[in-house]
């Protein structure tokens, strides 16, 4: 469940400052829009061009950078324990959580379907967060998404995403508050490690 939903969410995000595969992309005016929600519809069109032309997973790895926050996403994720990491540990589990979605969901992205529709029924926007509850549909299904934003670094950064009540930074935070409990935060950071390895070694394998 949490993969599907995953996989929509980076593809609608992803597809805010979108550029054509093999093009440089633009410069730091590229999501600049007034509100959330124009922030999310104004990238839709352009990540369909982007999936028609077959990006590449690296591609879609440098246009992802620019839409999620991984920062927020991490201290959320540990909750309260995050307040008690040091700064390395912090930044060190940043950057593996990042490693390892990015390794286990951009080669799905960049095979996803380009003909998906978008709807958004609702926005709530307040102090710098939004969120848009949307009906992403394909050929086969209708999938309802919550999307959490907040204005960082001049845009709109996704950070959550909600499906039938259940988010991706809720289900992170359990993990992770279990792992604490049995084995601290470096239990944490070595699972991290590993979770990545194996990504990356199943990566290296030649195609069938």
Known sequence: MMARVLTMALALAAGTPCWAAGKE????????????????EAGVDSLREALKAHATAETLAGLFANVFDFEELA?????????????????RFAGLLRAVIEANYLPRLATAPSDFGLNVV?????????????????KTAKLPLDFKLRQAKGKWLLFDTVVDGVGLVDTYQEQFSRMIAKSGMPGVLKALEAKKAALDAQKAKPAP
């Not at 201290?75 to 930044?91: E, F, P, T, V, Y």
């Not at 926007?125 to 394909?138: D, F, Y």
């Open 25 to 40: 992309p633009p410069k730091a005016a590229a999501q600049k829009a007034g509100s959330a929600r124009q922030a999310l």
């Open 75 to 91: 201290r959320l994720s540990l909750g309260d324990a995050w307040a008690a990491q040091s700064k390395d540990d912090q930044a």
């Open 122 to 138: 609702s926005e709530q926007e307040e102090a710098g967060t939004a969120t848009l509850r949307v009906q992403a549909s394909g």
